[in-house]
């Protein structure tokens, strides 16, 4: 494909669904999935098409449309009115949606909050979960099928690529840097810095690697990304790839994510076949081209150097950096390891621009951040909120607060590596510098809400479990330490703790911190210490009685 190609091919595509009055966008990722979400579709193209309404109604898949625990979700989009959300849907309810909300439209009736079974079913727009979002990353769920090129190109897609392709490697770098943006895997190391030291080190052989491990308990964000916009993944490897003058590319998805893995798989069919992966990229003279490799579900396969002993065939346990895999990395040549939604993120920076990109987030945290919202939030879901925004903000109103008479009493950010953070320090920016400073940590994007009904002991004893269970064992900090705080912590929920554990605890964390070969280890104890830090009184309840004591 030529450069001018796509721009001809994207108002082609425009042309076509303008020609349409009424588009139905049902979420087809893996969670609607479960909720028979293909059902649906099936049910409303059988409809549209026994009413012969095929040439004015499109019926579509779509990304994460966002409130998951309400899946199935139709989205739908209309000339001549706004748009209305659709959720709980059943393939019994398709014939509902199209006689009382889809042929009306198509009359000239506005119908924004449908009556009868449908009135439960439909989503207020006007919700502050809805309202506070802004997509970046998430800009194409609900306006393309994930499955199709021309929709994604008909999105802006490989306008980036095109860009790149025009730029030196370095000026690709100084504009990620400009951006402000951050490794989105959970270190918060900045991109552009990442880049411009890959592309200084010298190799005829050099990989850009997509991390779409995701291990995490609750994450579910890069899982999302890949099956919602693959397109934009692979379009932000392409960019990462001219910037650091990578000879290879290689996704690296656990297999547990299937749907990720084929969209994935589709993606690049459908990129090579149009010119935009493989040789003579966009006429450029340009040739590069991906290599897909699954994870088995170990969670340290996510670190760098774990993923990269996994890719080269090796059991996959992380080694000691430096050197680090700019320099020495899959096997043994210049690598650059970068997150799912990293990627995503450099898509659209490259398709607008730096100062587009950093206007948004905080002084140190620029963009917005992906959040997997799971716990006891009323609306669990997948959320995309800029930078700088309120910890109350996003779990009381994005989320909804509990939507029960129970309270919420904390939020957990950052998964098994990060840490519990009380309601009453819910006045905290989301950034990277300010999570941490309450001694938890942004992470992947786990965001699990707390409510009183609770108990911080087991939750921080939950993250812990899964820690040592996770562990490669290879260094004994972590391997030991682990399992004796495990233990520890095992009285408590017994209630039979004692201050001598506490001492004990905070002890072997602090040998894990400094010790531990990797991360894994050195922040397995953050859970249990901000669970202690901020919920003293919780560990004490769980004491042992000062008269057993005795006895
Ligand atoms: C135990 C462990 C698991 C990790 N899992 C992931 C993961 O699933 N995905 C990811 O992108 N980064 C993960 N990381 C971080 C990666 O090592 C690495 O920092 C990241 O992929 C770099 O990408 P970024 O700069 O775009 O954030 C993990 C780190 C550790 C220590
Ligand atoms: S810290 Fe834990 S996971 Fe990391 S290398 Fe050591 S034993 Fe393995």
Not at 194 to 212: A, P, Q
Request: charged share 25%; glycine share 12%; hydrophobic share 40%.
């Amino acid at each position: 494909m030529k450069p001018e190609e796509l721009e001809v091919k994207a108002a082609a595509q425009i042309a076509k669904y303008q020609a349409y009055d009424v588009r139905l966008f049902t979420c087809s990722s893996r969670g609607c999935q479960s909720a028979d979400a293909l059902g649906v579709i099936t049910a409303l193209k059988a409809e549209i098409k026994a009413k012969q309404l095929d040439a004015r109604v499109q019926v579509s898949g779509s990304g994460c449309l966002g409130l998951c625990g309400r899946g199935p979700l139709i989205r739908m989009k209309s000339k001549t009115q706004k748009d209305v959300m659709f959720c709980d849907v059943t393939a019994a309810l398709a014939p509902k949606i199209v006689d009382q909300v889809v042929v009306p439209v198509l009359g000239g009736t506005k119908v924004e909050q449908p009556g009868g079974e449908l009135a439960t079913k439909t989503l207020d727009l006007n919700d502050p979960f809805f309202a506070l979002q802004e997509y970046v990353v998430m800009a194409n769920n609900g306006k393309q099928d994930p499955e199709k090129l021309d929709d994604y190109i008909a999105c802006g897609g490989y306008k980036g690529l095109r860009k790149a392709l025009g730029m030196s490697a370095e000026d690709i770098c100084k504009e990620i840097l400009a951006s402000g943006l951050r490794g989105r895997g959970g270190a918060g190391f900045p991109t552009g810095r990442k880049w411009e030291l890959t592309r200084k080190v010298e190799g005829d052989v050099k990989y850009i690697i997509c991390n779409g491990d995701e291990g995490d308990p609750g994450a579910f964000m890069d899982g999302s990304t890949l099956e919602g916009d693959p397109h934009a993944v692979i379009e932000g490897m392409l960019i990462g790839a001219r910037a650091i003058n990578a000879t290879h590319g290689v996704f690296y998805i656990r297999a547990e994510y299937p749907l990720a893995v084929e969209r994935i798989e589709k993606a690049l069919r459908q990129a090579r076949a149009a010119g935009l992966v493989g040789k003579n990229i966009l006429d450029s003279g340009w040739n590069f081209d991906f290599e897909l490799r699954l994870g088995a579900g170990a969670f340290v396969c996510g670190e760098e150097t774990a993923l990269i002993a996994s890719i080269e065939g090796k059991r996959g346990t992380p080694r000691p950096r430096p050197p680090f895999p700019a320099v020495k990395g899959l096997f043994d040549k210049p690598s650059c390891i970068n997150n799912v939604e990293t990627f995503a993120n450099v898509t659209k920076i490259l398709q607008h621009d730096a100062a587009w990109y950093a206007a948004r987030g905080t002084a140190e945290s620029k963009g917005t951040k992906l959040f997997a919202m799971t716990g006891k939030s009323k609306n669990n879901g997948l959320i995309e909120v800029p930078m700088g925004m309120t910890l109350r903000t996003i779990v009381d109103l994005v989320g909804g607060g509990t939507g029960t008479d129970h309270k919420v009493k904390a939020v957990q950010t950052g998964g098994p590596s990060g840490g519990m953070i009380p309601v009453e320090q819910f006045d905290t920016p989301v950034s990277y510098e300010h999570l941490k400073a309450l001694g938890s940590i942004m992470g992947s994007g786990g965001m699990i809400v707390i409510d009183d009904h609770d108990s911080v002991v087991d939750l921080a004893r939950f993250y812990l479990d899964f820690c040592v269970d996770e562990s490669c064992g290879k260094c004994a900090p972590c391997r030991i330490g682990g399992k004796q705080m495990l233990n520890l912590l095992d009285h408590f929920v017994a209630g039979k703790g004692t201050e001598e554990d506490i001492k004990t605890i905070r002890r072997i964390a602090t040998a894990m911190q400094k010790a531990s070969l990797c991360a894994l280890g050195q922040t397995a104890p953050n859970p249990v210490l901000s669970a202690l830090h901020h919920f003293e009184p919780e560990f004490r309840a769980r004491m042992q009685a000062p008269a057993a004591k005795q006895a």
